[in-house]
T-cell receptor, first 114, second 109 residues
Framework: IAGITQAPTSQILAAGRRMTLRCTQDMRHNAMYWYRQDLGLGLRLIHYSNTAGTTGKGEVPDGYSVSRANTDDFPLTLASAVPSQTSVYFC?????????????FGPGTRLTVL | GQNIDQPTEMTATEGAIVQINCTYQTSGFNGLFWYQQHAGEAPTFLSYNVLDGLEEKGRFSSFLSRSKGYSYLLLKELQMKDSASYLCAVMDSNYQLIWGAGTKLIIKP
């Protein structure tokens, strides 16, 4: 089934631990994104990638890193988790960065940092 | 700064019509999106407006006025399954989406 998958579905993590959230899409989309969604706030862009091999910083990149080794995968790494990174994380993809291309979202990862 | 404003919560009756407003101030404008998000699920695309006017898609319509920095989403013949949050997002000059906090729509029988 075409779409985006994310793993894990949820995770409880001790502060200071390293964590990688996985994201894979099979739509051959060029652009991919990582957002976090917090209660009372809009989705906030963490990092994005315009195409394989390139990445860019969004609105809230500090404490996060990404890589885009191929078209399909876009992992998000928290090098040393802090409680303020407790959130729901959504990965998304679109045909390209520009214009009216809708973004397709994965099911999300609910992360709790204690 | 960039800002998207929409009401936090609205209530409507099954079978009725509801209009959800969105006002925005952004660095540049490359279109406005509406997404639907059911509780605990991912956002899903509803509509895209880049030119002024009304775009109709079944029971849902979306309107844009760029000069006023204003959009609305109109939902007709409301059904219980329309209970969800509706997210307004504007694509800025860097082609990044700036999102509103969402409007939670509660449908009552």
């Amino acid at each position: 089934i075409a779409g985006i998958t994310q793993a894990p579905t949820s995770q409880i993590l001790a502060a200071g631990r390293r964590m990688t959230l996985r994201c894979t899409q099979d739509m051959r989309h060029n652009a991919m994104y990582w957002y976090r969604q917090d209660l009372g706030l809009g989705l906030r862009l963490i990092h994005y990638s315009n195409t394989a091999g390139t990445t860019g910083k969004g609105e809230v990149p500090d404490g996060y890193s990404v890589s885009r080794a191929n078209t399909d995968d876009f992992p998000l790494t928290l090098a040393s988790a802090v409680p303020s990174q407790t959130s729901v994380y959504f990965c998304a993809s679109s045909d390209s960065l520009a214009g009216g291309n809708e973004q397709f979202f994965g099911p999300g990862t609910r992360l709790t940092v204690l | 700064g960039q800002n998207i404003d929409q009401p936090t919560e609205m209530t409507a009756t099954e079978g009725a019509i509801v209009q959800i407003n969105c006002t925005y101030q952004t660095s540049g404008f490359n279109g406005l999106f509406w997404y639907q998000q059911h509780a605990g699920e991912a956002p899903t695309f509803l509509s895209y407006n880049v030119l002024d006017g009304l775009e109709e898609k079944g029971r849902f319509s979306s309107f844009l006025s760029r000069s006023k920095g204003y959009s609305y989403l109109l939902l007709k013949e409301l059904q219980m399954k329309d209970s969800a949050s509706y997210l307004c997002a504007v694509m800025d000059s860097n082609y990044q989406l700036i999102w509103g906090a969402g409007t939670k729509l509660i449908i009552k029988p």
